[in-house]
T-cell receptor, first 112, second 117 residues
Framework: GENVEQHPSTLSVQEGDSAVIKCTYSDSASNYFPWYKQELGKGPQLIIDIRSNVGEKKDQRIAVTLNKTAKHFSLHITETQPEDSAVYFCALRTGTASKLTFGTGTRLQVTL | EAGVAQSPRYKIIEKRQSVAFWCNPI?????LYWYQQILGQGPKLLIQFQNNGVVDDSQLPKDRFSAERLKGVDSTLKIQPAKLEDSAVYLCASSSMWAGGNNSPLHFGNGTRLTVT
């Protein structure tokens, strides 16, 4: 099946700094790339997504970039706040299948 | 709109016992998924339903796991008999997309945390 590599596994930043998480994939038929935030004791929550015909998408402090040639996509969080502390997962869809394949997660800690 | 509802929130059983989880998807969502999330890992798909039919159960350990979605709405996931390695969070998700479409996001419930001792 499709594999998604996610790095780093943990990330600690100071409040106000930027955070970047990167995922790489191998199947060029992958066409939808969402990012989920998971807080303790809760299910993953969609925070932003991008489709294969778009290179970048931004929503306030969050942005996602996609490089189809290199087969990687990244989550960028600017002006980080303590409430951004959580585990972030990248995911993707391939072909016409609707299921998502998830990365291994990045634990982001924003310190004061 | 109400989110995906799951119950129970927590379950502790001994190995070789059986357990069942329940999921009520978002109203009108045709597609329902069960994911298994082992501590420290990303969710892994167990089974996907389109209405009341199975679309993908290739990763479901069918010797011990079973799932059904009667009437294309609620779903139950059962484990019998449970093993220690089944300890995980079982997440239910739903989406409004139809087979072959790819524009609808997945919405997750808060999961059931299973501990097998």
């Amino acid at each position: 099946g499709e594999n998604v590599e996610q790095h780093p596994s943990t990330l600690s930043v100071q409040e106000g700094d930027s955070a970047v998480i990167k995922c790489t994939y191998s199947d060029s038929a992958s066409n939808y790339f969402p990012w989920y935030k998971q807080e303790l004791g809760k299910g993953p929550q969609l925070i932003i997504d991008i489709r294969s015909n778009v290179g970048e998408k931004k929503d306030q402090r969050i942005a996602v970039t996609l490089n189809k040639t290199a087969k990687h996509f990244s989550l960028h969080i600017t002006e980080t706040q303590p409430e951004d502390s959580a585990v972030y997962f990248c995911a993707l869809r391939t072909g016409t299948a609707s299921k998502l394949t998830f990365g291994t997660g990045t634990r982001l800690q924003v310190t004061l | 709109e109400a989110g995906v509802a799951q119950s129970p929130r927590y379950k502790i059983i001994e190995k070789r016992q059986s357990v069942a989880f329940w999921c009520n998807p978002i109203s009108g969502h045709a597609t329902l998924y069960w994911y298994q999330q082992i501590l420290g890992q990303g969710p892994k798909l167990l089974i996907q339903f389109q209405n009341n039919g199975v679309v993908d159960d290739s990763q479901l350990p069918k010797d011990r796991f079973s799932a059904e979605r009667l009437k294309g709405v609620d779903s139950t996931l059962k484990i019998q008999p449970a093993k220690l390695e089944d300890s995980a969070v079982y997440l239910c998700a739903s989406s409004s997309m139809w087979a072959g479409g790819n524009n609808s996001p997945l919405h997750f419930g808060n999961g059931t945390r299973l501990t097998v001792t």
